[in-house]
Nanobody, 115 residues
């Protein structure tokens, strides 16, 4: 059973930065596409960014130029650097590990952007 543990959420003022990290275990990490998704209250869970084992990235239009996803295949971690945060970025952020016949989620970490 894949285990994903997120960390790094918190309260930050508009324009601020946060770095989320996800540690994966019980996983052959370098075959998985890793990603970050977010869910605001009353809304569906949406893609934020993904990164393949080879480093190809994909971003939601709303975060392009502000967020950067990265992974360390030696440490089994995937990070999300979030800059120029906006109130509309407020959500629970979830780490995701996807491969053929496997789709796993972390427990989520709250990010709140407010003055």
């Amino acid at each position: 059973q894949v285990q994903l543990v997120e960390s790094g959420g918190g309260l930050v003022p508009p324009g601020g930065s946060l770095r989320l990290s996800c540690a994966a275990s019980r996983i052959i990490f370098n075959i998985y596409r890793m990603g970050w998704y977010r869910q605001a209250p009353g809304k569906q869970r949406d893609l934020v960014a993904t990164i393949t084992s080879g480093g190809t990235t994909n971003y939601a239009d709303s975060v392009k130029g502000r967020f950067t996803i990265s992974r360390d295949n030696a440490k089994n971690t995937v990070d999300l650097q979030m800059n120029s945060l906006k109130p509309e970025d407020t959500a629970v952020y979830y780490c995701n590990a996807f491969a053929l016949n496997s789709n796993s989620w972390g427990q989520g970490t709250q990010v709140t952007v407010s003055s």
